[in-house]
T-cell receptor, first 111, second 112 residues
Framework: SQQGEEDPQALSIQEGENATMNCSYK?????LQWYRQNSGRGLVHLIL?????REKHSGRLRVTLDTSKKSSSLLITASRAADTASYFC???????????FGAGTRLTVKP | EAQVTQNPRYLITVTGKKLTVTCSQN?????MSWYRQDPGLGLRQIYY???????DKGDVPEGYKVSRKEKRNFPLILESPSPNQTSLYFC???????????FGPGTRLLVL
């Protein structure tokens, strides 16, 4: 069963703008991860945030986590055409075996 | 180069003809898993393995089998494929202590 649900399903922006994607989930988590997928290819890990963390940065990526609202957001600043991809959040429970993905947000960055 | 490989990358088959999709990783990872990806549904876990000879069902195991005889390999077996198993399949692996997964390039399967 899906755990995370991304919002919006699709996002189209101009190069240079910021892109924000949201993820909501239902049960307690150990950590939440964001992955990127170029069309039809394997997923690539972007960033992991633990349940006791509120914000994390990696380059142009900023992830926040609100465990009280069971939600996370991924912000990509100063977007580039090469950021065009689908982005998935994945939640990991405390037994660390169950990684559950949402349906993803399809981001298009227009040059 | 550290990687997860899958073969074949593309496969067209007919209903009922047994097939195997291979998965191999060269990172000495204990944990391996299989997912299927369908439009609008994200990735759903089929089976996972925590180590050699240890496998367990994920969320959508019906119609699939797996085996883990060696640490590096985790084949996915469809004994009698049906059209509803048409999908994009991903194998993934991770170290026992790491939490991020490494994904293979995917296998696109069409069952007629």
């Amino acid at each position: 069963s899906q755990q995370g649900e991304e919002d919006p399903q699709a996002l189209s922006i101009q190069e240079g703008e910021n892109a924000t994607m949201n993820c909501s989930y239902k049960t307690s988590i150990n950590n939440l991860q964001w992955y990127r997928q170029n069309s039809g290819r394997g997923l690539v890990h972007l960033i992991l945030i633990r349940s006791n963390e509120r914000e994390k940065h990696s380059g142009r990526l900023r992830v926040t986590l609100d465990t009280s609202k069971k939600s996370s957001s991924l912000l990509i600043t100063a977007s580039r055409a090469a950021d065009t991809a689908s982005y998935f959040c994945a939640t990991v429970g405390y037994n660390n075996n169950d990684m559950r993905f949402g349906a993803g947000t399809r981001l298009t960055v227009k040059p | 180069e550290a990687q997860v490989t899958q073969n074949p990358r593309y496969l067209i088959t007919v209903t009922g003809k047994k097939l195997t999709v291979t998965c191999s990783q060269n990172m000495n990872h204990e944990y391996m898993s299989w997912y299927r990806q369908d439009p609008g549904l994200g990735l759903r876990q089929i089976y996972y393995s925590m180590n050699v000879e240890v496998t367990d069902k994920g969320d959508v195991p019906e119609g699939y089998k797996v085996s883990r005889k060696e640490k590096r390999n985790f084949p996915l077996i469809l004994e009698s494929p049906s059209p509803n198993q048409t999908s994009l399949y991903f194998c993934a692996s991770r170290d026992r202590l790491q939490e991020t997964q490494y994904f293979g390039p995917g296998t696109r399967l069409l069952v007629l």
